[in-house]
């Protein structure tokens, strides 16, 4: 049942009650929970994994991982804010006898922002939905956090919204820090991102919704920000000497990749540029011969089936884009064919709807004529979450200036390796220009992505007493700080 | 002349040319360049000083001042990119034996987010305009810059300019990493915070001028920030035992705050909120006597003088408000009167109106029958840069309450002070929750500045050789890094 827009401003009312204490609750504390939280979704056993694997069609292995990294995930933020130092803690202490003026006792943390809410991804049912990346971050800097249920598995939802209540009670926390509430209509989104005590919103999913809760964000009265993670094709670049060396290694690698998930990964490789040469020709036979072999799968749902092949057939039916291959036919409308097209780079850099996100098991090859062309192609391409290339170490140095432009369009930069498998820990950055997503200046992985739902508050002459202890002349909590400009545990 | 929209589209791609190069400057050039500015522009000597005075009225006093405090944030960021450890560097090193799938290398760090567009401000004409804040940590970050000149003050911009551009011949850096622009019409801003190639937006101004640009900016095909610091009445509460105690010290301190530089400073305290009883009573008059003498003074352009007679005429209208204080009548329809008025509580929280800014020599002593109603005004306001209380050590301890909201409503506390006076130091928070600023996640002031105009980028699996010094094995730059889970300069 959707929720109403009464439900909906009474969660938003008891969030922010909820938020006056739980913003002060320590880091020992909200550790506390979040490993709870971890040990109550582990409790939920075969039942989670059972219902993930009902509602997604994702294959048993693939859920198991997926809830290992989720709690895996709650126990690296409840180590996080444990230590502390994320705060980013800053003192200058007062020198009343500087001339012209007195310097005045100034320290400064950062501090959580307000009720966030998160929309759940079709994608990932468990690390990036329920207690997914944005909500575990979110509790983590002191927010609560209200879960829209993604449509697609609200069951799942549900139990993963039980197990944190279960960790909340247990734990003695505010009830209304995490609240969940289901919608299938766009006016649930809606009023959620569009209630004045809503602060900040954490979204994955398709650019065209991504887009459209940034704009309701921006047009509110008081603007908020929206961390939307939408849309990248990740582009791979093969570099020659490279791949007629190791076509075939190579091929297996993009195979694996491509198809990996049924293709249904943001960091899924869409675009492969390269020169066309009898290396590339090799490379393209031997990827065929691997998508050939993938046997068809189901999608996470109807929608995400129904998109895929629209997406698939308008591109199909684009000027010189031509089918290389692709898996045997789809037995039932719910499964996704892989299939690798290819380009010319004139054709390419003249067609924009060749750049934008075919969500799926699908890559397209874009032949370049010299390397002209391909960097010509490089730098056609808008904002990513990643971008690869693939080549040897002498190519790869005679490239460098490829990365020069690459860095302008990416979040992550990778050499000799695919764009899925996204590590979560403290380097990571899954993030990047816009379309990839709205803010390219945090990351959605790894511990940085606390630093989306605080900001920063500066204390001005305050008795020691009421200094958050963060700030306390003594650091009770031994955290890393910068003080008078010099770092340390002092 | 205002630029033409031609202009303006040159100048942004020869900003995207010059930050190609620019963008990989090391630290250590970057903060020679800074450094030349401060010497640039304390060698235009009492030419800009006394342009200063002509063009904003300000006394030559503040003038030198601000000056100072310009050359100081030069060369308070040059030691910052020298240093070089705030791009946050974070290194993962790989562990190819890990189960189940083995851990990339992964390093991380900030890099310098593209062209940005800064707008002088009207009220800081060094500090806050041409080499302001915004235009030094931008450029300090690796960002080329584009100023647009305020109208009210166009010929010390173009000195300062002209400054810059000298620092920069001198240094060697690429000439178009600083452009200067002129433009009265709101046509101007628009275009250059509509091209594509602007990476991001610096302004200090009006509520109506920030929110204009931040909504330009939310609609373009590719939204970009803006940081627009714009309205704030900075409320100061004042606990009734130090009042008693303390009135002739707390009404001279304010005295002297709210009609500082004709009360032009976004951190100019625009409320006072107090209990009303025989304290408030003699602190008023001794506000009063203070008041009365200040002479009139020329305020900074007509637009704002005029501005501030209609919205002293708006308030002065409003149910319940009473004259309190005023100085002598203005001689000139440029001279700002300072003025204080009172209004009772439950007035106040009726009328929203009484709750925005009135630009200048302004305050409004806001009358509360109790505590309880002391705290219904501390919530009721919006978003503001700064909030202060002024009581004994005791009261404050027992009031401390209010902390937990006023914390929610401003970026920077302080106890026992006045709001004006911004400390350019690393613990300094200049900014806060919307209207007052765009952004309540990011300083205008301090050293973190700089992070506004900056995003981070992974690199995953890097040739040795390749990664930015930044992040290579041996720490060639000496910088902080959190390295495999442990701070250090390892």
Redesign the interface.
């Known amino acids: 049942m959707d929720a109403t827009k009464e439900e909906i401003n009474i969660a938003l009312h008891e969030a922010q009650v909820a938020f006056?204490s739980y913003k002060?609750t320590s880091g020992k504390k909200k550790a506390e929970l979040l490993r709870a939280i971890a040990q109550e979704i582990d409790a939920l056993g075969n039942t989670l994994v059972e219902t993930v694997m009902r509602e997604t069609n994702l294959p048993e292995a693939r859920v198991i991982?997926e809830r290992a990294r989720t709690t895996g995930h709650c126990r690296m933020f409840a180590d996080l804010v444990e230590e502390g130092?994320w705060v980013?803690a800053?003192?200058?202490t007062a020198q009343p006898n500087r001339t012209?003026?007195p310097?005045?006792d100034?320290?400064?943390m950062l501090?959580p922002?307000?009720p966030v809410v998160v929309f759940g991804a079709a994608n990932f049912p468990l690390a990036y939905s329920t207690m997914g990346g944005d909500s575990v971050s979110a509790l983590a800097a002191g927010c609560p956090v209200i879960v829209k249920a993604h449509p697609a598995h609200a069951e799942t939802s549900g139990l993963v919204a039980q197990a944190i209540q279960r960790a909340i009670t247990r734990t003695g926390m505010p009830k209304n820090i995490f609240q969940h509430l289901y919608g299938k209509s766009f006016e649930v989104g809606q009023a959620l991102v569009n209630h004045p005590l809503t602060k900040a919103v954490g979204f994955t999913g398709s650019l065209a919704g991504g887009k459209a809760l940034?704009?309701i964000a921006?047009?509110r009265a008081?603007?908020i920000?929206v961390f939307a993670e939408m849309s990248s094709i990740n582009p791979v670049i093969l570099l020659p000497d490279s791949l007629e060396k190791d076509f075939e290694k190579t091929a297996l690698l993009l195979a694996a990749s491509i198809t990996q998930g049924v293709g249904q990964f943001c960091t899924n490789p869409g675009l492969i540029i390269a020169q066309d040469n009898s290396a590339l020709e090799k490379f393209t036979t031997k990827l065929h011969d691997e998508i050939n072999k993938v046997l068809p799968a189901t999608m996470l749902h109807q929608g995400i089936a129904d998109n895929y092949h629209k997406r698939l057939d308008q591109t199909l039916s684009q000027q010189g884009v031509k089918v290389e291959a692709q898996s045997d036919s789809k037995a039932s409308s719910m499964q996704g064919q892989s299939l690798i097209a290819s380009v010319p780079a004139s054709e390419f850099l003249k067609n924009h709807l060749l750049a934008e996100e075919v969500f799926g098991p699908f890559s397209l090859i874009v032949k370049c004529k010299n390397l002209q062309e391909l960097h010509a192609v490089v730098s056609h391409n808008?904002?990513q979450l990643t971008a690869s290339v693939i080549g040897s170490?002498v190519e790869?140095?005679k490239h460098?200036n490829l990365?020069?432009v690459l860095?302008?369009k990416?979040?992550?930069?990778?050499?000799?390796?695919v764009p899925t498998?996204v590590?979560v820990?403290?380097?990571?950055?899954h993030?990047g220009?816009?379309?990839s997503t709205?803010?390219?200046?945090?990351?959605a992985v790894g511990t940085?992505a606390i630093?989306r739902f605080?900001?920063?508050?500066?204390?001005?002459?305050?008795?020691h007493?009421?200094l958050p202890d963060e700030l306390k002349n003594e650091n009770p909590l031994k955290i890393?700080r910068?003080s008078n400009?010099e770092?340390g545990k002092n």
Do not use: H, M
């Open positions: 006056l002060n991982s130092s980013e800053r003192i200058d012209p003026a310097k005045p100034l320290r400064k501090i922002i307000g940034f704009d921006s047009r008081e603007p920000p808008s904002g170490e790869i140095e460098k990365f020069n860095i302008e990416a979040g992550r930069l990778i050499v000799n390796g498998g590590e820990c403290p380097s990571q950055n993030g220009p816009f379309p709205t803010d390219s200046r945090f990351t940085d630093k605080a900001r920063p508050v500066a204390f001005q002459n305050f008795p007493a009421l890393w910068y400009s770092w």
